[in-house]
């Protein structure tokens, strides 16, 4: 069995994820996460809102799946939001045409998404790839776009358009002007979102990997960027491993190990935000179970830039000799906001004041209407609008006799004195800033995945094989397994009655009391419990019971009394089970 077939058939076996409507057949792209996977989808949710949330002192909101066709249309997701698909004439089956040439040996393409679609055409043509179902040729075949949105209609009938949302972040986006007023317009605040986004993926493959609708845990920074600047000093000697465009172009390009500071100074990063955000994201995957020796950060090539993004790295996981992006940090820079605010005719703006009001000098025109009118006509209202962004623009093309603007595409020459054009000085109190938006992007689904591949392990103990799952004691679905020796001579109930007051304590407990001791110790070691608690014949005479440690197998004995807060301690990182 392949890597990703040991750990979808243990995924399936141990209630972490198994493809929905079975019964029916299944349905491509879609998963259910049973007990143990729903648990550790929490617990990496609870991990993710603890450091990009509450520790970093931003907002979370809770906005609907749906939005109206306008939210997309000024998003750019309607027009720009496609994956490319090549159609197979002889079995019907679709496929992403990018990933085509990207699987084919004998071509060395990393990112054929960058690539125009015709030319991912002829490479398909020129090698005659077959079709992964039926094994026909598809060369010659169109290799179109695909919009990914998933369409529907609000209340009955058609004329209100809808979209499941390809990301959280528009919900974030489309509530910018009321969220700046509970952030009292001060930048730079961070709105957050965990929450299900859906994608008509053409081929959704790699179980949790390409699915049609999963979860995102996004966080939108808005900054000043003429004023805002990232606390680099919280990450300055954080080691990022790196694999920027230039080493990806490169011949024997490499990934390059440099602290935030130095990829800063190195001009390896251009955004000193992101360079935050991959310093302070590079301790959490640490901290949720990713092998870093299986792990990058890689920046996007030019072609492969989201219509939003004006910069973007991935955080890669190595995945069954694959890399897999798990999170985007991207730079959106006002994009965004802009587009928001062109389509709704709302401010999607903060007021910056300033400390003192200061003086400025500012161009105006006051055209004199009784001679444009008469002179232009039905022209009159655009030429002043022409006049008066000139003005802002360029005071200088009002230095001459004659100004010359262009309206509804004809130019038109204006005598200066009917322009009422000056410079007045004004005091300001303050301006109006667009806020650029830093975004990391975090595929949930992607990193349960990551998590559960990176801490899947065998060994051999008592010359039996074994398999289990080295998950942090944070993530792991159950903290502690309790089992009684044997179900008789009251060592159940003294089993039972221990798991109640550890439950009590707040500890997420499994109670075990079937079959031989060393099987109930592999269930456990499957679904990763970091701790199993036996009681024994000596439980009842001196109150200790056997604590077992998975990774090691170590066993220590400890007094049942306070039992909960040790294990607590152990479950938190504060106490190591070597000083038990
Ligand atoms: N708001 C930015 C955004 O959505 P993205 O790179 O398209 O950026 C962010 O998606 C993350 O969502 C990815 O890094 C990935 O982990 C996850 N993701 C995207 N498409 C996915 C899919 N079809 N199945 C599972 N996860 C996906």
């Known amino acids: 069995m392949s890597e990703s077939e040991q750990l979808t058939e243990l995924a399936k076996r141990r209630g972490f994820f198994l493809q929905t409507a079975g019964v029916y057949g299944g349905v491509a792209g879609f998963y259910t996460y049973g007990p143990a996977g729903a648990t550790l989808k929490d617990n990496l949710e609870a991990a993710w809102r603890d450091r990009f949330v509450t520790r970093e002192g931003h907002m979370e909101i809770d906005a609907p799946t749906v939005m109206p066709e306008p939210v997309f249309e000024a998003s750019g997701h309607l027009d720009g939001f496609d994956d490319m698909i090549i159609e197979c004439v002889e079995c019907g089956a679709s496929h992403r045409a990018d990933h085509l040439v990207e699987d084919y040996p ?25 079709c992964p179902a039926c094994g026909a040729s598809l060369a010659g075949e169109p290799v179109e776009e695909f919009n990914l949105m998933f369409a529907t209609n609000i209340g009955p009938g058609s004329s209100s358009p809808g979209y499941l949302r390809p990301e959280t972040a528009q919900g974030i986006f489309v509530e910018f002007p009321q969220l700046a007023e509970y952030a009292r317009n001060q930048l730079p605040f961070g709105v957050a979102q965990i929450g299900k986004a859906y994608r008509n993926e053409i081929s959704p493959r790699k179980a949790l990997i390409r699915v049609r609708e999963f979860t995102q845990a996004e966080l939108e920074h808005f900054i000043d960027p003429e004023a805002d600047e990232p606390p680099l000093e919280r990450v300055a000697d954080v080691t990022l491993p790196l694999y920027s465009v230039e080493q990806q172009q490169a011949d024997d390009g490499e990934i390059q190990e440099v602290t935030v500071t130095e990829a800063i100074e190195e001009g390896i990063i251009e955004s000193d935000w992101v360079a935050f955000y991959l310093g302070l994201a590079k301790g959490w995957y640490e901290r949720i179970g990713v092998d870093m020796d299986r792990f990058r950060y890689r920046q996007h090539l030019p072609g492969e830039l989201a219509h939003y993004a004006a910069d973007c790295w991935d955080a890669e996981a190595e995945l069954a000799g694959d890399w897999v992006e798990v999170t985007g940090f991207a730079t959106r820079g006002s994009y965004d906001l802009d587009k928001h605010a062109e389509h709704s005719g709302e401010e999607f703006s903060v007021f910056k004041q300033y400390d003192e009001p200061i003086t400025v000098e500012r161009p105006t025109v006051d055209p004199e209407m009784s001679y444009l009118g008469p002179e232009f006509g039905d022209a009159a209202g655009e030429i002043v609008a022409a006049l008066e962004s000139l003005a802002e623009r360029d005071p200088d093309a009002f230095d001459g006799e004659t100004v010359t603007v262009e309206a509804g595409g004809e130019e038109y020459e204006i ?18 800033v667009t806020p650029e938006v ?8 992607r990193l349960v995945y990551t998590v559960l591949a990176h801490a899947y392990e065998e060994d051999v103990v008592d010359d039996e094989e074994r398999t ?35 439950r009590e304590a707040g500890l997420s407990v499994t109670y075990d009391d079937a079959g031989a001791i060393g099987r109930r110790y592999r269930r456990q070691d499957e679904v990763g419990t970091p701790f199993c608690v036996t009681v024994d014949y000596e439980t009842l005479e001196d109150g200790t019971v056997t604590v077992r440690e998975r990774d090691s197998t170590e066993q220590a004995r400890v007094d049942v009394d306070g039992l909960g807060a040790v294990l607590s301690a152990l479950r938190d990182g504060e106490q190591s089970f070597g000083e038990l």
């Open 438 to 445: 830093i975004e990391p992007s975090f595929g949930v689904g």
């Open 415 to 432: 005598p200066v004195e009917q322009t009422g054009f000056a410079i007045e000085e004004v005091t300001e109190s303050g301006e109006h």
């Open 468 to 502: 289990y799952l080295s998950l942090p004691p944070e993530l792991a679905p159950t903290t502690v397994g309790v089992f009684p020796l044997m179900d008789k001579d009251g060592l159940g109930e003294k089993a039972q009655e221990l798991a109640g007051e550890l």
């Open 106 to 130: 004998e071509l060395d393409v990393e990112d054929a998404e960058a690539l125009p679609t015709e030319e991912v055409a002829e490479l398909i043509a020129e090698h005659e790839i077959a």
